[in-house]
T-cell receptor
Framework: KAGVTQTPRYLIKTRGQQVTLSCSPI?????VSWYQQTPGQGLQFLFE???????NKGNFPGRFSGRQFSNSRSEMNVSTLELGDSALYLC??????????????FGPGTRLTVT | EDKVVQSPLSLVVHEGDTVTLNCSYE??????LLWYKQEKKAPTFLFML??SGIEKKSGRLSSILDKKELFSILNITATQTGDSAIYLC?????????WGAGTKLIIKP
């Protein structure tokens, strides 16, 4: 079974631009979560989607948004990029349909650099 | 505010040593505590703990949870260079994972 895939793997943008990152979960997984990882802050939860609905959201400004499609693929968008948005963005999928957090399978991440 | 604190932040030991990594937490609605290992990019799942005092074991790794004192430890015995990684602790609070900053473990041959 193929793992979680994320595209692109690396991205360089300038301040003020916007960016869209994509995540394809493991086949059959319907829950997708997004995280931001920086050296100083560690992993921080962005949001979680299940069956095209956002079920949970972390403490990030409205510039960070996401969506999930009917095939469970998910995208996250960051508008008006700031230097502090430079980070590794990780996507994780989970096979469990109900609201029980167990194993989350992580993708390789997208490294975003904002200059 | 929910928080998860890991200690130490980094640790350097020699192959064969035993290490203990710590994770303490303060969250509003504890449901479970999870340990992950992150080597290059993607964290990989190690353990999930929900009950106090019950040790989870996998090979040379083991972990236990103390819900009264609000902490967990991850033990690695007979360390090998392949154990070098960042070990992450996360707590499920209200269906959201709150992550610690991680412990960077370096095993010297």
């Amino acid at each position: 079974k193929a793992g979680v895939t994320q595209t692109p793997r690396y991205l360089i943008k300038t301040r003020g631009q916007q960016v869209t990152l994509s995540c394809s979960p493991i086949s059959g997984h319907r829950s997708v979560s997004w995280y931001q990882q920086t050296p100083g802050q560690g992993l921080q939860f962005l949001f979680e989607y299940f069956s095209e609905t956002q079920r949970n959201k972390g403490n990030f400004p409205g510039r960070f948004s996401g969506r999930q499609f009917s095939n469970s693929r998910s995208e996250m968008n960051v508008s008006t990029l700031e230097l502090g948005d430079s980070a590794l963005y990780l996507c994780a999928s989970s096979p469990l349909p109900d609201r029980v957090i167990n194993e989350q399978y992580f993708g390789p991440g997208t490294r975003l650099t904002v200059t | 505010e929910d928080k998860v604190v890991q200690s130490p932040l980094s640790l350097v030991v020699h192959e064969g040593d035993t290490v203990t990594l710590n994770c303490s937490y303060e969250v509003t609605n504890f449901r479970s505590l999870l340990w992950y290992k992150q080597e290059k990019k993607a964290p990989t799942f190690l353990f999930m703990l929900t009950s106090s005092g019950i040790e989870k074991k996998s090979g040379r790794l083991s972990s236990i949870l103390d819900k009264k004192e609000l902490f967990s430890i991850l033990n690695i015995t007979a360390t090998q260079t392949g154990d070098s990684a960042i070990y992450l602790c996360a707590v499920d609070s209200n269906y959201q994972l709150i992550w610690g900053a991680g412990t960077k473990l370096i095993i010297k041959p």
